[in-house]
């Protein structure tokens, strides 16, 4: 005899931290067995503490732009645009300092130049038929020429405190970029799980037709969707700006690839109305811990692309065995 | 075809039917939805195996256990849902699977276009399509007749055409009637299908009538009337499946006057009270729901005038609609009704998430009082309200899609075919709750193509034909010919 309670809930945990390890066990498991086994490959070197925050220093990187991809992938839509916008956020972001801007405007006026990128995509994906594919196909092109115009192709160079914000530790252990994803994570989990705009996500991932049946406002939301997507890859973009000291107009090349793999590790589903941020997060995770063990194995980085193509076949082909059953 | 059954799983879907086709006839096959026509087709069509009987041709008793079986024995079905490339060219559509190749292995487009032009002329519309035309570019009509030529092009003996009028105009129609007739004097035996009865009587030499998956009769066509074949069609007892409907007309909830699109819906005015189940009767593409998605806001451009209790009501998108208080359960519930990865809480309370969210902050208590308020009342079968709604059978999903209606508290329901392709258990248990729903005092407009469920549980019917209002009988007027013979064009003759 089941309690009312599980009966509404269905069986999962109602303990938070239960309930994160419930739903991402597969993944957690996947992510947990290529740690261990790098460490007894590397003779346990792998888990040493540099390591281990550097690892979680890139992931947490890579996962803000995926977190943006998650969302717009659980809209039924994609997104080409994710490095050509960071590259845009952080050139802007280095020619306004050098220019001799304050950094704190410098990086709002960064980050207000993806997200407005974002704004664009999300307005012509919502109100035209043109596929959300050729959108950001487009503003890819576009932001990548703004980022190389306004560099004139090579980095900008910038000096000063400002690299503190990519380099910075708190209290001398964490390195600033995992806080900043912690924080994102927070309100993207919160976005997604806890207010009325999330649950209109998943209904129009997973149904647009009767989500408008509903009185949901497509356009909206979708618009939103891809402003916030936006929003992210420039917090990305003038983060790396400070981390390297200089902004890079090739900044993220392929970085957009690397953000639906993570997502589509994490269980996203590319048809829409599926996907977690909390196991995107675990799918960066997994993308980054492969890169990083195969480095310190001295495998040639050529090899790392085809073992991260074996990866992400073979995540999305377990996930769809464990849910034929 | 000799004493054909065909069984689904213990259900007789046709019943020791018999039927015959002469060479160069057009016999039509008439009877409501579900009477088994198209079973039976597809039994000819080799999609279905017939669990008994013969099927004799040219008096040899053939066997049709495939569909190049009934490719190979000159049969060809023109379905309702046109099957064309629509980028690839007319000659190569109307050879799709068996074009001609040269020596070398690469298709003979000379002599691809070379014989589809010979198709095209042997059915005279050379000059209007092009064997180089995309079907993308052409009307449905002119779609058809690609279909057609396909269907000749393989010296087609036997042509089945499915409801080949219902998306057509007046004036296509008229021209593939002249079509159907060409064919019928070069030889081609045509069994015909349609709800239109004004076609069949056009151009049919025999009428054959199904009812409930069993052979009731066949006709010359001179020798029936108008009404003889409607009651052929519908003689059949009620059986004890409606609820008693014994309800009082409230005040005026809604009215609409002059609703018009400019291109298909013409001068339609209804109104609706507390307590009425209003029957909206007409065949598919009638315009009874497109009517509906106007007032609800799902589509745009209509002109009309409406009132809702008394004020003045038009709205731009479906949010608008809901807040006003009328919600609209769709045609299609696994298209339109449901997000089907998502469970049965999900969907229940989609409609209310302004009521249930605010903030960051779910009313997670009222959330699941109304799941389990509407699982109960509507007697939903699963295991737990995290039943995914995919999973559930058609008539528990169209119980959630109800369900996530009534949720939003609304003084009007608008029901699109409720009751389509479910089990009868389930459809008694929505004819129920429809009842209770209208004592309860809520308007109700129920669209229904089935007869029977229109005639025992409106108050008042509304009958459609092409877009236009054809009728409107009170409950005490109604009746099975008054109502066919209207939504049929009928009133008009």
């Known amino acids: 005899m089941t309690t009312k309670k599980e009966k509404i809930s269905g069986g999962v945990p109602k303990n938070p931290v239960m309930k994160y390890l419930y739903l991402n066990k597969g993944i957690l498991a996947g992510a947990l067995g290529i740690f261990l086994v790098f460490g007894f490959l590397t003779e346990f070197k792998f888990w040493g503490r540099a390591n281990v925050i550097n690892i979680l220093r890139i992931t947490s990187l890579d996962s803000i732009a995926a977190f943006g991809v998650t969302l717009i992938i659980i809209t039924g839509g994609i997104d080409l645009s994710v490095g050509a916008l960071m590259a845009c956020a952080s050139t802007y972001c280095a020619l306004l300092i050098s220019n001799g801007l304050h950094p704190a405007g410098a990086l709002l006026v960064g980050v207000l130049i993806a997200t407005v990128f974002g704004a664009i995509n999300g307005g012509i994906v919502a109100n035209t038929k043109i596929p959300p594919f050729i959108v950001t196909l487009g503003t890819m092109n576009i932001g990548r020429g703004i980022a190389y115009t306004c560099s004139a192709g090579t980095p900008i160079r910038i000096s000063g405190d400002f690299g503190e914000i990519g380099n910075g530790y708190l209290m001398n252990t964490i390195p600033y970029p995992i806080i900043y994803t912690a924080v994102i994570l927070a309100i993207t989990y919160v976005l997604l799980n806890k207010t009325k705009f999330g649950r209109e996500v998943y209904a129009i991932g997973g149904n647009a037709e009767a989500a408008r049946f509903s009185g949901i406002n497509s356009k909206k939301v979708i618009w939103i969707v891809y402003t916030f997507a936006g929003f992210l890859y420039g917090i990305y973009g003038v983060i790396s700006c400070s981390r390297l000291y200089s902004g890079q107009p090739t900044l993220g090349q392929g970085s957009e690839l690397t953000a639906i793999a993570a997502a589509v590790v994490g269980g996203t589903s590319m048809s829409g109305g599926v996907g977690r941020i909390g196991a995107t997060f675990i799918g960066a995770l997994i993308m980054d811990l492969l890169s990083s063990g195969l480095n310190f194995m001295n495998v040639p980085f050529y090899w790392q692309y085809v073992c991260q193509g074996v990866v992400v076949l073979g995540a999305v082909f377990v996930d769809l065995q464990i849910k034929k059953k | 075809m000799k004493n054909i059954s065909k069984h689904f799983s213990g259900v007789k879907a046709l019943d020791k039917i018999q039927f015959d086709l002469r060479k160069g006839e057009i016999h039509s096959l008439l009877g409501e939805n579900g009477a088994g026509k198209s079973t039976m087709i597809k039994i000819l069509a080799g999609i279905h195996t017939p ?443």
């Open chain 2, 51 to 493: 669990t008994e009987g013969q099927i004799f041709i040219n008096g040899k008793e053939v066997k049709i256990e495939k569909v190049s079986d009934a490719k190979e024995l000159g049969i060809s079905v023109i379905h309702q849902e046109l099957s064309l490339v629509p980028y690839m060219t007319v000659a190569e559509n109307i050879y799709l699977g068996r074009m001609p190749s040269k020596k070398s292995g690469f298709v003979d487009d000379r002599k691809l276009e070379a014989d589809a032009y010979k198709v095209l002329e042997r059915l005279g519309v050379q000059d209007v399509i092009h064997v180089n035309d995309y079907p993308a570019n052409l009307t449905v009509a002119q779609q058809q007749m690609v279909e057609i030529a396909r269907a000749l092009s393989v010296d087609s003996k036997i042509l089945i055409m499915d409801e080949p009028t219902a998306s057509l105009t007046e004036r296509e129609t008229v021209q593939l009637l002249e079509f159907v007739q060409m064919l019928k004097n070069q030889g081609v035996a045509i069994i015909y299908i349609s709800h239109r009865m004004d076609e069949v009587f056009q151009i049919s030499d025999r009428i054959t009538v199904f009812r409930d998956g069993q052979y009731i009769a066949t006709r010359n066509i001179g020798e029936v009337t108008y009404d003889d074949v409607i009651r052929l069609m519908v003689g059949r007892e009620m059986k004890d499946v409606y609820p008693e409907v014994n309800l009082t007309k409230g005040k005026e909830l809604l009215r609409v006057e002059h609703l018009d699109d400019g291109k298909f819906l013409k001068d339609i005015s209804f109104e609706l009270h507390q307590g009425e189940i209003l029957g909206f009767y007409g065949l598919v593409g009638s315009g009874r729901t497109e009517i509906m998605r106007y007032l609800f806001g799902v589509d745009k451009g209509a002109a009309y005038n409406a009132w809702l209790e008394g004020r003045e009501f038009k709205v731009s998108n479906p949010k608008e609609a809901i807040e006003a208080g009328i919600i609209l359960a769709p045609e299609s519930r696994k298209e339109q009704g449901l997000v089907l990865i998502q469970d049965i809480r999900f969907n229940t309370v989609l409609a209310i998430l302004d009521k249930l969210i605010h903030g960051v902050k779910t009313d997670k208590k009222q959330e699941t009082e109304i799941v389990e308020k509407y699982m109960k009342k509507m007697r939903t079968k699963a295991t737990s309200a995290a039943h995914i709604t995919g999973q559930l059978s058609g008539g528990n999903q169209q119980k959630v899609v109800l369900a996530k209606c009534l949720a939003t508290n609304p003084k009007i329901l608008i029901l699109d075919e409720p009751t389509r392709g479910i089990d009868v258990g389930a459809k008694f248990e929505i004819y129920k709750m429809i009842t209770e729903l209208a004592e309860e005092g809520v308007g109700i407009i129920f669209i229904s193509s089935e007869l029977p469920e229109i005639l025992n549980l409106s108050t008042r019917v509304i009958t459609m034909h092409e877009g236009q209002k054809t009728g409107e009988l009170a409950r005490e007027e109604l009746s099975e010919e008054l109502v066919l013979k209207y939504a049929t064009g009928g009133a008009n003759k």
